[in-house]
């Protein structure tokens, strides 16, 4: 109309046919994209039939949009100084060649570049606004581990498959003992969760939805198949995930109709399943336990029949080497086997060491008793014993077997310390409340990394050893209202304190 009204158009015919099939070509590109490659040379008509400068704006629009479909900046570039080179040959046709016209036609150059950049930021400022928005909107939905949906997706999914009226089951997965592994690394924590989604992936590949809606608990919308529950149950019973897991399925609309009726239900259904199983974990918990009782009770026995038995070998050995007659030691002997006796009695009754026959005993009797059973076999073996006793008679109420049992196991360990013919010194110190018995060898010593477990039940540096002579010595005499505490240096020995509450002095009536 402009250039109509201006008498610019030297062919009207041209001009509105040329401009109705440019307009044409705008129109209809998205159905033909091949009118794309048109428009320059239908605008170039058109600019060409107007003769007028005011299509340098159709120029820009079509720079814009080729941009936008072809965003790289060598591309807007190149169109942007092809359209602009078109524009100029065209506008200098109809125009005289001058230097004004020539100055604009370099302004026109430039202004198609700053519109290209301009366009470009203002692109580019917008596709960074929309690739947050997504993510900002994926992450609202979606656990950032697992790439999962979280809980707000999966209370948003089940609403939508309700809202739907599509039948579906709900499988409610709880991964046992999870936490324990997430607490000591976070970082291997979040591994095993995303290395569990890929999995649930791969196994339940026409699942409508996977969720994980909670730290160590997953929850699965799959679709209503006859032999979905069974393919679910032969991979959970099957480890295929790693852990133990605990699940529950909940069909909709058939147990529940409503989104958070079916929610509740399944999640009933999932701690019902879980007290189940924690019900199943505690009863065989229990059995081992008494399975390990009766492992502690077989090998302690073993372990106390075996001292005894020792004793009786040392004088055998002596009788056989010096052709004596066993008759002098036949009440020893016999003690001896009186005393396994009665350990098997203890041990089969399931009983821990326990005091039994309590009485006050002279210190004294206690270590001739414990000297006369150990000089034959620290003369066997070639070491010598040294005894310091305490100049004051104290009594001790106690089980004299157990106290002897208890000595008896720490000078045979201080004779097996001593590689080679070495001493032990077996001291007395009595104090106004307590008599501290010392059993001191001269053998290698006990490194520290042993000396602070060599008390718990089972730990043993001994080939042949069961690990429960310490434990049980020390059990007796905490029974006695005492202590076993030991202290060593390597390449010099050890010693082991026994500290039991004496008897305290009562004053005698006069009549007595």
């Known amino acids: 109309m402009s250039s109509i009204v201006l008498d610019k158009a030297p062919n009207l015919a041209a001009l509105l046919i040329s401009g109705c099939l440019f307009m044409l070509s705008i129109v209809f590109d998205k159905k033909w994209p091949r009118l794309q490659y048109t428009q320059i040379?239908?605008?170039?008509?058109?600019?060409?039939?107007?003769?007028?400068?005011?299509?340098?704006?159709?120029?820009?629009?079509?720079?814009?949009?080729?941009?936008?479909?072809?965003?790289?900046?060598?591309?807007?570039?190149?169109?942007?100084?092809?359209y602009v080179l078109q524009y100029t040959a065209i506008r200098l046709s109809y125009?005289?060649?001058?230097?004004?016209?020539l100055l604009v036609s370099l302004f026109d150059l430039m202004t198609s570049i700053v519109i290209?950049?301009?366009?470009?930021?203002?692109?580019?400022?917008?596709?960074?606004?929309?690739?947050?928005?997504?993510?900002?909107?994926?992450?609202?939905?979606?656990?950032?581990?697992?790439?999962?949906?979280?809980?707000?997706?999966?209370?948003?999914?089940i609403q939508d498959f309700v809202q739907k009226e599509e039948p579906f089951i709900l499988v409610l997965l709880d991964l046992q003992?999870?936490?324990?592994?997430?607490?000591?690394?976070?970082?291997?924590?979040?591994?095993?969760?995303?290395?569990?989604?890929?999995?649930?992936?791969?196994?339940?590949?026409?699942?409508?939805?996977?969720?994980?809606?909670?730290?160590?608990?997953?929850?699965?919308i799959l679709p209503p198949q006859d032999n979905v529950l069974l393919q679910l149950g032969e991979m959970l019973d099957s480890n295929a995930l790693g852990f133990q897991v605990t699940y529950c399925t909940t069909r909709f609309p058939s147990e529940a109709v409503t989104s958070q009726e079916l929610i509740t239900f399944a999640e009933e259904k999932l701690f019902q399943n879980r007290r189940k199983l924690w019900f199943k974990r505690e009863e065989n918990m229990f059995?081992?336990?008494?399975?390990?009782?009766?492992?502690?009770?077989?090998?302690?026995?073993?372990?106390?029949?075996?001292?005894?038995?020792t004793t009786i070998k040392g004088f055998m050995q002596i009788a056989v080497h010096h052709d004596y007659n066993v008759r002098p030691w036949f009440d020893t002997i016999m003690s001896e086997i009186t005393r396994m006796n009665e350990l098997t009695a203890e041990f089969l009754q399931f009983s821990k060491p326990?005091?039994?026959?309590?009485?006050?005993?002279?210190?004294?009797?206690?270590?001739?008793?414990?000297?006369?059973?150990?000089?034959?076999?620290?003369?066997?073996?070639?070491?010598?014993?040294?005894?310091?006793p305490s100049n004051s008679c104290e009594h001790i109420n106690m089980d004299r077997d157990k106290i002897v049992q208890v000595l008896l196991n720490l000078v045979r360990n201080a004779f097996e310390a001593m590689q080679e013919s070495g001493d032990v010194y077996i001291r007395i110190q009595v104090n106004d409340f307590a008599a501290n018995i010392e059993i001191e060898d001269t053998g290698s010593g006990i490194p520290e990394q042993h000396l602070v477990k060599i008390f718990n039940p089972f730990y043993t540096t001994k080939d042949n050893g069961t690990g429960l002579g310490l434990s049980i010595?020390?059990?007796?005499?905490?029974?006695?209202?005492?202590?076993?505490?030991?202290t060593s240096e390597i390449d010099k020995g050890s010693i082991f304190r026994l500290r039991l509450p004496i008897i305290p002095h009562m004053p005698k009536l006069e009549d007595e």
């Open 41 to 82: 040379l239908l605008l170039g008509l058109f600019h060409w039939y107007s003769h007028l400068n005011w299509c340098q704006l159709l120029y820009c629009i079509l720079v814009i949009s080729a941009i936008e479909k072809k965003p790289k900046y060598a591309h807007g570039a190149f169109i942007a100084i092809y």
């Open 287 to 309: 059995r081992s336990e008494k399975l390990k009782a009766v492992g502690e009770l077989a090998a302690g026995m073993a372990h106390e029949i075996r001292n005894p038995l």
């Open 177 to 220: 003992d999870f936490k324990s592994i997430n607490h000591e690394s976070m970082e291997n924590g979040n591994e095993i969760l995303a290395k569990i989604a890929q999995l649930l992936h791969v196994f339940f590949p026409n699942a409508k939805a996977i969720s994980r809606y909670a730290g160590d608990r997953f929850a699965l």
């Open 116 to 157: 290209v950049l301009l366009f470009r930021y203002v692109m580019n400022l917008e596709m960074e606004k929309k690739r947050l928005s997504k993510k900002y909107n994926f992450l609202s939905t979606h656990d950032s581990v697992t790439g999962l949906l979280n809980y707000e997706g999966y209370m948003k999914s």
């Open 354 to 388: 326990h005091i039994s026959n309590m009485k006050p005993e002279p210190i004294g009797h206690l270590i001739d008793r414990l000297l006369f059973l150990i000089e034959s076999e620290a003369a066997f073996r070639g070491h010598r014993i040294h005894y310091e």
């Open 95 to 101: 125009q005289s060649l001058s230097t004004y016209n």
């Open 473 to 486: 010595c020390q059990k007796i005499a905490q029974d006695h209202g005492g202590t076993l505490d030991v």
